[in-house]
């Protein structure tokens, strides 16, 4: 004689189910939203704003992180004197912190922090030539 092992999962599923909780749910007999389509390695992003019901222009947190990051120049750039340029930093090394250890939302970044020294520098030197 086989023994039978019903699992807490298997048994809340089967108790749900004789409840009738999945019947009548949204979307029931219809595809799943992209079946079929080409593979898209933006489908994440994509996904969170559907669901957030986000604007266009509107991105998670850690990519306009990574997003910054990648305009640092120009940003510093803008700034006036260089205790803000390194205050500067020391915001965006914070958040980056923050973004690598799953403290922001958004897909998971791996941006080293910057040094406030060598940002200064260039900072600096841009400044002298223009």
Known sequence: MAHWYESSIDRQLREATERGEFENLDGTGKPLRGYGEEYDEDWWVKDW???EGA???VIPPTLAL???TE???????RLRTEREVRDYVAGLNERISKARVG?????????PPFDPDRVAEGWRERRSRG
């Open 49 to 51: 704003l559907h669901r």
């Open 55 to 57: 604007t266009a222009g």
């Open 66 to 68: 990574r997003r910054e």
């Open 71 to 77: 305009d640092l120049e120009d940003r510093v750039d």
């Open 103 to 111: 403290l922001m939302d958004g897909p998971p970044v791996v941006l």
